[in-house]
């Protein structure tokens, strides 16, 4: 019986890490433009730009206050339009960024915030761009605590991809509910979660060491 | 060099409108070390900023080295802060950055190719004396080593001017000394102006040819350091300067009633102010040969503003009205500054 479950479990655990990474990777494009967005349209920012940054800021509120099995469900139509179907692993992905680029957004803005506001002054003294403000000095001052930050949200997807396999998503929560809860397979459901803990403490372990390296203070 | 013609500025608070500038007028000539001196609060950090146009005044106009900032958009204020060097109190480096990378960065804003940003960095590294230091991240230096690379960041773009927003203000008091002194070297070697803003006299009277103080948003005094210190008008001058040079009657003295006219066994107290090279003239000597009277020193200090020399004495004089009228008409030919401070009994039972 254990013979049939090493398969399975590689399938899944290659499309989790399939469906956490690409959606990663597309949230965080997204995500942390988003995030020096909302930081620096902010009162007293570089760009400062009320107007702009109340609109954003509420459609990002708008989207993390909406609990992300809801979200997956209620978005099914959009993800039709934009990947061709409402099934399967790629289709899985649309709700996983769409949920993790407003959470990368308010994380990196978080972390931007961090940067000591005379670092900006002593750039624009020296005659800096708002653009080499933010390539210069607020992405590499703040880099430490984004990636710090991001090692959360990578983490946040690894749950929700699992959450993605109530939509024929695939990955290992597709493989604990089907074989382990509906099929009565408590071993099945036991190695996912083992897989799914090692997992998170791998990313979290690179994650710490990735920040700390980043850190000269 | 700078010239700022009725700055004002103005900021909006939940409480209504705050001036924190109320009609600045101010000119710094080329060469000139020049200090801003105030409490918190008083204004001088926006002023400061209103030179280089961080802060863009709500009325007056900045002109630097003939061009009007107020007239600019941000494109031509970007050209022009290049040549406006400017350090602060807390230093604000690039954490994430070397000392080589820091004093790199206004370079390779302006795009300069590597190899003469080396050609430019590793001098100027030398200049600061921290050319060992180069690889280092700012967070195993120093405060002091951190100003040097916050000097070195801002002269790298070869600026004609340089701000000091309160620099030394975060340095114990032998760092301030180094800094001040490298300050003072390179305005003279590269024949920088710098504007100096601090709230400690002490920084004044180091390295200032020239102060203006600066209270509740206007300038209640300015002129040469020698004219302010020897001769200061406003009670906020006589305040900022009395941290340096105390008033204080000698202890002896301390508590006793003035009195405008001699009472029996009084002293007649006088501050002799001596200033350059008079400092060493032997003064007290003559008097006391010239005129028939007691002379005692209750109080004496030489001091130096910036490279003169500065004397100040308490004398306490007895004799004769006729004596003491003859002491008063003899240092009056002397280049020698009197104040009477009056006349004071000595304590009954003087612990000194």
Not at chain 1, 47 to 71: H, K, M, Y
Not at chain 2, 22 to 35: A, C, P, Q, S, Y
Not at chain 2, 327 to 336: C, H, R, W
Request: proline share 5%; glycine share 8%; net charge neutral.
């Amino acid at each position: 019986m254990f013979s049939d479950m090493l398969p399975l479990l590689t399938k899944a655990l290659g499309e989790t890490l399939y469906m956490v990474s690409v959606s990663m990777l597309i949230a965080t494009v997204l995500g942390v433009p988003l995030g020096v967005l909302l930081h620096t349209t902010d009162k007293g920012g570089i760009l400062a730009s009320p107007t702009l940054n109340r609109v954003i800021g509420a459609v990002v509120n708008a989207i993390r206050s909406i609990p992300f099995i809801i979200l997956m469900v209620a978005i099914i139509p959009f993800t039709r339009l934009l990947v061709g179907s409402a099934i399967g692993t790629t289709a899985a992905m649309v709700p996983l960024v769409i949920a993790s680029v407003p959470f990368i957004g308010r994380q990196v803005e978080t972390s931007l915030k961090e940067v000591p506001y005379g670092l900006v002054e002593a750039a624009l003294s020296m005659g800096a761009t708002p653009f080499d403000i933010i390539r210069k000095v607020l992405l590499p001052e703040a880099m430490p605590g984004i990636v710090a930050q991001l090692t959360t949200v990578v983490i946040a997807l690894v749950g929700e991809s699992a959450m993605a396999g109530a939509i024929g998503g695939g990955g290992l929560g597709d493989l604990a509910i089907r074989y382990g809860y509906q099929r009565f397979r408590p071993e099945v459901m036991l190695a996912t979660v083992v897989i799914l803990i090692a997992l998170v403490q791998l990313v979290q372990f690179v994650g710490n060491r990735l920040a700390k390296s980043l850190n000269k203070k | 060099m700078i010239k700022l013609t009725r700055i004002e500025k103005t900021y909006d608070s939940p409480t209504g409108a705050v001036k924190a500038l109320k009609g600045i007028d101010l000119t710094v000539k080329r060469g000139e070390i020049f200090g801003i001196i105030g409490l918190s609060g008083a204004g001088k950090s926006t002023l400061v900023r209103c030179i280089n146009m961080l802060e863009r005044p709500t009325a007056g106009q900045v002109m630097v080295d003939g061009e009007d900032l107020t007239a600019m958009n941000e494109k031509e204020l970007r050209r022009v802060r290049k040549s406006i060097g400017m350090i602060f109190q807390h230093f604000n480096l690039l954490s994430s950055a070397t000392v080589y990378d820091n004093v790199a960065f206004p370079l390779r804003l302006a795009k300069m190719p590597e190899e003469k940003i080396r050609d430019k960095v590793e001098p100027l590294l030398k200049l600061v004396g921290l050319a060992d230091k180069a690889g280092q991240y700012p967070a195993n230096l120093s405060g002091g080593q951190k100003q040097r690379v916050g000097i070195a960041r801002a002269l790298a773009s070869d600026p004609k001017v340089l701000l000091c927003d309160e620099a030394t203000s975060a340095l114990d008091p032998q760092t301030t000394k180094s800094i001040l002194e490298l300050i003072r070297d390179i305005n003279q070697k590269l024949s920088l102006t710098v504007v100096v803003i601090t709230h400690e006299m002490q920084v004044i009277k180091d390295i200032c040819d020239k102060v203006a103080v600066i209270d509740k948003g206007v300038i209640a005094e300015q002129g040469t350091v020698l004219e302010v210190f020897t001769n200061p008008k406003e009670a906020i001058t006589k305040e900022f300067i009395s941290v340096l040079l105390s008033n204080d009657l000698p202890t002896a003295f301390r508590g006793s009633v003035v009195s405008d006219i001699p009472t029996p066994g009084s002293f007649l107290l006088l501050r002799l102010i001596f200033l350059g090279e008079k400092a060493d003239d032997p003064v007290i000597a003559g008097m006391i040969r010239a005129c028939d009277i007691e002379c005692t020193m209750l109080f004496g200090n030489l001091d130096q503003i910036k490279a003169t020399p500065f004397g100040r004495v308490i004398v306490g004089l007895t004799g004769s009205e006729t004596g003491i009228q003859a002491a008063f008409d003899y240092l009056a030919t002397k280049d020698v500054k009197v104040e009477v401070i009056g006349y004071v009994q000595r304590h009954a039972a003087s612990a000194d």
